[in-house]
C-alpha cells in the first residue's frame, strides 16, 4: 500500500479506538460494563446488531463467495425476518421482564443451574471458537500486504481489539460499532461503483450482469428440495430460520447487544432494523463479488489468488510444472475473453441467438480454467500436504490492493479491519459476561463486591482474548471462512434453540428431561456433520425439534419435573 493508505488506514481505526474509549470512559460498575447501563436507543442496538454478524468474514470471504459461487448464499438469510418477529414477540420482552444479564439467567429460573450451565458452556465453546475466526480474517491482509508471518498480524490485531474492550466494555462496543457500520456502509457503496468503474467503457451494469448470468453466477433462488444442497430456498427459509433464532435469541454475542436497550421497544426497533437491512447489505456484498468476477473476464486473472501459497510453490521442485499451468491458463483466458465480448456485443444488440452461442463459449471456455486452476491446487497439495487450496478469502483483497486507486484502499482495508474489531469485540464482551455472570458470581463468588465482579468481567474478557488469539493461529485450514462460521454455528445452535423452546414453550418439561436431550441431541448432531448426512443449515432444525421431541418423551417416560 502506499503512505496516503497507510495514513487512511492508521486514522480511521485511531479515530474508532479513541471515540469508543471516550465514550465509554465513565464505566465504573458491571452493568455499564456489560450492559451499558441498559440505555441505548433502537438505532444503536440495530448497527450494534448488524456489526456484530457482519465481521471481517463478511466483507473478505462474502466476495469471495459470490466470485466462486455466485448469488446463491443470499438464500441463507431468508429466514431472518422471519426469527427477528418470532424474537420480538418472545424472547425480546421476557429477558427484559426478567432483568437478566445473560440469557442462561433464565434457564436456572425456569429449569436448574445443570441446563444453565450447559447451555452457557456450549455457547462458550461456539462464540470461543467463532470469534478466534473472526480475528484470523483481517490478519490475512496485513500479513499479505506487509508480506510476514500471519502469526505475527494476528497477535497485533488481537491484542489490539482486547486493549479497548478490556477498558470499555459494552458502551465501547456499542459506539464504536455505530461509527464503524457508517464507514463499512460508504465503503460498501464506493467498492460497488470501483469495480463498475474498472469495467471496459462499454460494459454497463445490465451487460455485466447478463453475463454473470450466463456464467451461472445470479443463481439467487434455488427452489429445488434437497436435504444436500447447502443453499436452497428451503434450507434458508426453514435451517436458516433456525439458526437466525438460535444466534439472535440464545447467543450471549447478540442477547447482549439487544439487552442494552432502554426499553422493550427500543430493543425490538433495533431487531427489526436489522431484518429490513441485512438482506440488502449481503446482497451487495455477494453482488460485489459477481462483479469482480466479471471484471476478471476482460482482465488478467491470476491462478491462484493466495500469493503465500504461490510464493511456496514457486520455490519448490514443482515450479516449472506450475509455470506450465499457469501460462496455459492465461492462454484459457484469452480465448474465453474473446466468447466473454462476443456475448457482451450480442446482448447489446439483443440478438439472443448469438448470446447463447456466445454463452456456450464462454461455459467451455470456464470450463478449461478452472480444470487448470484444479490441477494447480492438486500440485500444491502434492508439494505440501497441509497447503490452503481455498483461495476464495483472497479474491477481494487481490483485488482491492492491485486495481483501486490509492486512498481507496486504505478506506476499504479499513472497513474490513473495522468489522472485525466490532465482531471481536462484542464477541469478547459475551464472553465476559457468560464467564462473570454464569459461572463466576453463581459458582465461586455469590457475595462478592461490585468491585470485584467488574474487575473479574475485565480479567474474563482478557482470557478470552488470548484464546481466541490461540483459535486464530489455528483457523487457516477451515476454507471458506464465511462458511466456515456458520458451520461451526450449526453445530451447536440447535441444541441451544431446542433448550429454550422447551423453557419458553413446553412448561410441563423439567430441567432433568431438557438436560438429557440436549446432551443426546447435541452428541447425534456432531455425528452427522462428521459423516455428513446432511447439509448443515439443516442441523439448526434437527437439533431443535430433536431436544424438544427427546425431552417431552423423556418426561413422559417419569422423570419429575425438576
Not at 508471518?149 to 460499532?177: C, E, W
Not at 426453514?238 to 439487552?259: A, E, K, M, N, P
Not at 484502499?409 to 465476559?432: D, E, K, P, R, Y
Not at 443449515?537 to 413422559?556: D, F, P, S, T, Y
Request: charged share 15%; hydrophobic share 50%; aromatic share 12%.
Amino acid at each position: 500500500m502506499s503512505n496516503i493508505d497507510w495514513l487512511v488506514l492508521g486514522l480511521t481505526l485511531s479515530l474508532i479506538i479513541v471515540y469508543g474509549l471516550w465514550k465509554s470512559r465513565a464505566t465504573k460498575n458491571v452493568e455499564g460494563y456489560l450492559l451499558a447501563n441498559r440505555e441505548l436507543p433502537w438505532y444503536h442496538i440495530g448497527l450494534s446488531v448488524m456489526a456484530t454478524q457482519a465481521s471481517a468474514i463478511t466483507f473478505l470471504s462474502g466476495p469471495g463467495q459470490g466470485f466462486s459461487d455466485g448469488m446463491r448464499f443470499i438464500q441463507f438469510y431468508f429466514g431472518l425476518p422471519l426469527a427477528m418477529v418470532v424474537l420480538c414477540i418472545t424472547f425480546v420482552p421476557i429477558f427484559h421482564k426478567l432483568n437478566v444479564f445473560t440469557a442462561y439467567e433464565y434457564l436456572e429460573k425456569r429449569f436448574d443451574n445443570k441446563t444453565r450451565t450447559l447451555t452457557a458452556a456450549l455457547f462458550l465453546l461456539q462464540r470461543g471458537l467463532s470469534t478466534g475466526i473472526t480475528i484470523y480474517a483481517p490478519a490475512i491482509i496485513l500479513s499479505t500486504i506487509l508480506s510476514v508471518d500471519i502469526r505475527l498480524t494476528i497477535l497485533m490485531n488481537g491484542l489490539l481489539v482486547i486493549t479497548y474492550t478490556v477498558y470499555g466494555g459494552a458502551k465501547a462496543v456499542s459506539y464504536t460499532q455505530m461509527l464503524q457500520m457508517g464507514i463499512i456502509f460508504s465503503g460498501l457503496f464506493i467498492a460497488a461503483y470501483m469495480v463498475m468503474d474498472h469495467l471496459p467503457d462499454n460494459i454497463g451494469l445490465s451487460d455485466a450482469l447478463h453475463i454473470a448470468g450466463k456464467m451461472d453466477k445470479l443463481n439467487a433462488i434455488d427452489t429445488g428440495f434437497d436435504l444436500n444442497n447447502r443453499y436452497n430456498i428451503w434450507s434458508g427459509i426453514i435451517g436458516g430460520f433456525f439458526l437466525q433464532l438460535s444466534y439472535f435469541g440464545t447467543d450471549q454475542s447478540q442477547v447482549g447487544r439487544y439487552l442494552t436497550g432502554s426499553s422493550v421497544n427500543q430493543s425490538r426497533m433495533g431487531l427489526i432494523m436489522n431484518a429490513l437491512v441485512k438482506i440488502p447489505m449481503q446482497f451487495v456484498i455477494l453482488l460485489i463479488g459477481v462483479l469482480v468476477f466479471v471484471f476478471y473476464q476482460f482482465h488478467p486473472q491470476p491462478m491462484f489468488f493466495n500469493q503465500t501459497e504461490i510464493n511456496r510453490i514457486e520455490s519448490s521442485r514443482y515450479a516449472a510444472q506450475y509455470d506450465s499451468l499457469e501460462n496455459a491458463f492465461n492462454a484459457a483466458n484469452i480465448e474465453k475473453k474473446k466468447h466473454v465480448e462476443q456475448l457482451a456485443q450480442a446482448v447489446r444488440m439483443d440478438d439472443d441467438k448469438a448470446a447463447e452461442q456466445a454463452g456456450a463459449g464462454v461455459k467451455a471456455a470456464e470450463t478449461i480454467s478452472k480444470s487448470i486452476r484444479d490441477s494447480a491446487r492438486h500440485l500444491m497439495t502434492m508439494n505440501n500436504e497441509a497447503a490452503d487450496t481455498n483461495d476464495s478469502n483472497y479474491v477481494f483483497l487481490i483485488f482491492v490492493t492491485r486495481h483501486l486507486p490509492v486512498g481507496i484502499v486504505g478506506l476499504l482495508i479499513a472497513v474490513i479491519f473495522l468489522a472485525s474489531m466490532g465482531s471481536t469485540a462484542s464477541g469478547l464482551n459475551s464472553l465476559a459476561s457468560t464467564t462473570a455472570v454464569d459461572f463466576y458470581k453463581r459458582i465461586y463468588n455469590k457475595d462478592a463486591s461490585e468491585a470485584q465482579y467488574l474487575r473479574a468481567s475485565r480479567w474474563s474478557t482478557f482470557f478470552w482474548g488470548l484464546f481466541c488469539v490461540v483459535v486464530a493461529l489455528f483457523a487457516s485450514k477451515l476454507g471458506n471462512l464465511i462458511e466456515a462460521v456458520n458451520i461451526l454455528g450449526s453445530l451447536f445452535y440447535g441444541t441451544i434453540l431446542g433448550i429454550f423452546m422447551v423453557a419458553f414453550y413446553m412448561k410441563w418439561v423439567g430441567g432433568r428431561a431438557v438436560f438429557i436431550a440436549a446432551v443426546i441431541a447435541e452428541l447425534f448432531i456432531v455425528i452427522a456433520w462428521q459423516y455428513e448426512l446432511t447439509a448443515f443449515l439443516w442441523l439448526n432444525l434437527i437439533g431443535c425439534l430433536l431436544v424438544m421431541l427427546l425431552a417431552a418423551l423423556i418426561q413422559r417416560w417419569g422423570i419429575k419435573k425438576a
